[in-house]
């Protein structure tokens, strides 16, 4: 049984590639996505067992919520229902070409940011349970939100369970602490976090952002990465925090908003020894050409939910494939709209076996 734990909001968003100003006054689009949301339907879909915990109102538009996630066959159970707070929103508007996607926040007093570690039942939620995801989402939203992270992970550890934790450094959140900066509180509490942390998860910013941790050569701004610089970046972060086994990072070169290059590298800490995907038939590095995006939230989500199910339940015996299953699995999310991966295991596998041409399947 997996288990993840965090805000889950309601996003709104214009049609296609609009912008605000052209979709408002005017209808948006809304679904539901959340970062450990996305990873727990995302471990659903490809057909491990996932339970949720996070904090929803109690009012219609919570027991929707609470209902999809039962479709998609999610314990729901560790679900607290508040009388107080509200469901976060969040709005998107997709870029496109040299146009940058923007999300606007409006969270504020949500249901998970006004609820105690107390309040919820770690202990039955544990129950089972061999795997526990987080993220730096969350613990950035409210001081008792953080709290019930950290105590969801102590607990996780305790328990014997495995923990990863994607760091998601969001700079527009982390302000629950007046006259704090959002990196230095980020780092403060993601470091209390990661002593717990046996898989640590990032994009090329995170551990810059996050632990002051980054690779030289690279320049985001400009779309250039220093790929193996971040086998360095990793062994730092594993020296830092000897709990962590494994570090896995997603390699995104932005050429623009709809054309990506997508990869990442896994570190092992034993064998200090990092592995790329996707490799050519040599055994290089070369990552997947992602043209005509049609929605690359919820990539970084989807590339955590393949990398826990593929080493999680033994799937596969290598780091290798494990990452490899996981760069497919990420790097098909980036074709289906909303935060949510509906991307099956035969489809990844047979991405993996370097079946990318999307022919019509009949």
């Known amino acids: 049984m997996f288990l993840t734990f965090g805000e889950v909001m309601l996003r709104l968003a214009p049609d296609g590639n ?13 679904t539901f996505g959340g970062g450990e949301a996305n990873v727990a339907v995302s471990l659903a879909v490809l057909g491990a067992q996932a339970r949720y915990m996070t904090a929803l109102p109690a009012n219609p538009i919570g027991e929707v919520l609470t209902r999809q996630l039962k479709g998609f066959g999610i ?41 105690a570690p107390d309040e919820y039942d770690m202990e039955a939620a544990l129950q089972g349970v061999e795997w526990v995801h987080i993220t730096g989402i969350t613990p950035a939203v409210s001081e008792r939100a953080f709290l019930s992270t950290l105590a969801l992970a102590e ?51 995170d551990a810059s952002d996050v632990l002051g941790i980054a690779s030289e ?6 779309g250039v990465l220093n790929v193996e610089g971040y086998a360095s970046v990793a062994a730092e972060i594993v020296s830092q925090f000897p709990s962590i086994s494994k570090v896995a990072i997603t390699l995104r070169e932005s050429i623009s908003a709809s054309h990506n290059n997508w990869g990442a590298m896994l570190y092992d800490a034993e064998s200090k020894s990092a592995c790329f995907a996707p490799v050519d038939a040599e055994g290089a ?40 299953f996981a760069v497919a699995a990420s790097c098909l999310k980036h074709s289906i709209k909303g935060d ?23």
């Open 18 to 30: 609009l912008r605000f100003d052209q979709a408002l006054p005017g209808s948006l689009e809304a």
């Open 217 to 222: 050569g690279t320049e985001l701004e400009k």
């Open 75 to 115: 314990d729901t159970g560790p679900i607290v229902s508040k009388k107080d707070g509200r469901l976060g929103i969040y709005f998107l508007e997709t870029g496109a070409n040299q146009r940058g996607s923007v999300v606007v926040y409006d969270r504020a007093d949500s249901a998970i940011s006004r609820t």
């Open 340 to 362: 949510f991966n509906y991307a099956k295991v035969g489809e990844v596998e047979s991405l993996m076996a370097g079946n990318a041409s999307g022919r019509v399947k009949r």
């Open 155 to 205: 607990a996780a550890k305790k328990a014997g369970a495995t923990v990863s934790c994607d760091l998601n450094f969001r700079k527009k959140l982390w302000k629950w602490r007046a006259g704090t900066e959002p990196s230095d509180l980020a780092q403060e509490c993601m470091r209390k976090i990661l002593v717990y942390v046996d898989v640590a998860i990032g994009n090329e910013e």
């Open 285 to 324: 590095y070369t990552p997947y050409e992602i043209r005509d995006i049609v929605d690359r939230v919820g990539g970084g989500d989807s590339f955590c939910a393949g990398l826990i199910f593929a080493m999680g339940t033994g799937r596969y015996d290598d780091d290798a494939d494990c990452l490899a």
